[in-house]
């Protein structure tokens, strides 16, 4: 009896090569197949920097075909994906329970994680957005309901094949969550000890940077003196900026949204007024110079003109070695607000004024940055004894503190 021919495995079969480019990505990894559904024929391709990370994705293509899923999904990153399955994913939701769910995927999870292929992502990855999302201010139920609908659609990814497990079951957010609650209760602790320090990490973050591009300073320097999250620095345009009172009205600020890098308003919805101090004015009339006649001409750009995000500065200035080389392991872009928050209000700027500065919703956020020292402790103590042994008058014996 005749052999019975191996039936071939249920799937889309695949044809593959690698082709050689010049280039810093010179390997070309692609796939090739046939639409079951339409007999089109239909392509892939990815370039790639070596040979076997081009063998190792076409691999991932064949194993996902075998399974009988399109490489184009394979390969579609989260907000494709997740437009395509999310009437799947929100099954069974009732109303009062869809509306947040779907907020945070479009406020939270898309501007996080969308531009990223489904199958590139990584607990790592959820990880980082979720402290993201804590490290923003969000509420424990925001960033619940965020992750929640993050589950349901890799759950989906996990069904149809392109996942073997679903990553974004991450466990212990709710440590990173008291975590960055403590770190906001003590925000002083987060800022840099004085300008000496702020000059020293500028020019150290510069000298790190591929094209040593003073810009990258002078974002760092402008966010510290101002207060600023480095979103909005990166929204400064020409015509924010008033010589004349040396003020800055802070407008907008550059954050990720689907279609890439957006401006939109300030966290608070409304604009507030920055002072500008005398350690930024040279810098920035440097700037306006450069920027000409355009009031909406962008002040802050990277070196080849693209708007700066927390993550850019990051990466094109090293950060994290940088700061841990200068004994600063602790210190984040976001860092640099909290800075110049404690800055003013050791300079003594009065907490109703100070709240106008930051923009903060609640005067208890903004008295987080109030210490006073131990000196200003004890020459309370003897004005308190002053007022009392002077006969409780209205004004109080003058105490003049040194």
Not at 103 to 119: D, E, I, N, Q, S
Not at 213 to 218: A, E, K, S, Y
Not at 312 to 339: F, I, K, N, P, Q
Not at 350 to 368: D, E, N, Y
Request: glycine share 10%.
């Amino acid at each position: 009896m005749a052999a019975r021919p191996e039936l071939p495995p249920v799937g889309i079969a695949l044809a593959s090569d690698v082709e050689v480019r010049a280039g810093s990505n010179p390997y070309r990894a692609r796939v090739r197949w046939v639409d079951p559904l339409t007999g089109n024929r239909r392509s892939k391709s990815v370039a790639l920097p070596t040979e076997g990370a081009a063998s190792e994705w076409i691999t991932e293509m064949e194993s996902a075909a075998r399974g009988g899923v399109d490489p184009k999904m394979a390969t579609m990153p989260l907000i494709e994906y997740g437009e395509c399955v999310m009437h799947l994913a929100i099954r069974g939701l009732e109303p009062k329970t869809l509306a947040p769910y779907l907020a945070g995927w479009r406020k939270r999870v898309v501007p996080t994680l969308g531009h990223l292929p489904v199958r590139m992502i990584t607990n790592g990855a959820v990880d980082r957005g979720v402290h993201g999302w804590i490290a923003d201010e969000c509420s424990r139920s925001t960033v619940k309901n965020s992750l929640a609908i993050l589950v349901r659609v890799m759950e989906q990814a996990v069904r149809d094949g392109i996942i073997d497990r679903n990553p974004a079951r991450v466990t212990g957010w709710q440590r990173e969550y008291k975590k960055a609650e403590d770190e906001l209760d003590d925000p002083r602790g987060l800022a840099l000890p004085n300008w000496a320090a702020l000059e020293r990490l500028s020019h150290a973050l510069v000298a790190r940077s591929a094209d040593g591009f003073p810009g990258w300073g002078q974002v760092v320097i402008f966010a510290a003196c101002t207060a600023a999250r480095i979103g909005e620095v990166s929204g400064v345009r020409a015509g924010d900026i008033d010589t004349r009172t040396w003020t800055w009205t802070v407008r907008r600020q550059t954050t990720p949204s689907p279609g890439g890098l957006a401006d939109k308003g300030t966290k608070g919805k409304r604009a507030r007024r920055v002072p500008l101090i005398v350690e930024v004015r040279d810098l920035l009339l440097t700037r306006l110079q450069a920027a000409g006649n355009d009031p909406m001409a962008r002040l802050f750009t990277g070196p080849r003109g693209g708007r700066i995000t927390t993550a850019v500065l990051r990466d094109a200035t090293h950060w994290d070695e940088v700061v841990a080389a200068l004994g600063y392991e602790h210190l984040r872009r976001h860092d640099l607000r909290h800075t110049g928050l404690t800055w003013m209000a050791d300079a003594g700027v009065p907490v109703h004024v100070l709240r106008k500065i930051a923009g903060h919703g609640s005067l208890t956020t903004t008295q987080r940055y109030l210490h006073p020292d131990g000196a200003a402790l004890a020459a309370a103590g003897t004005a308190l004894s002053a007022h009392l042994t002077g006969g409780w008058s209205q004004t109080g014996p003058k105490l003049r503190v040194v």
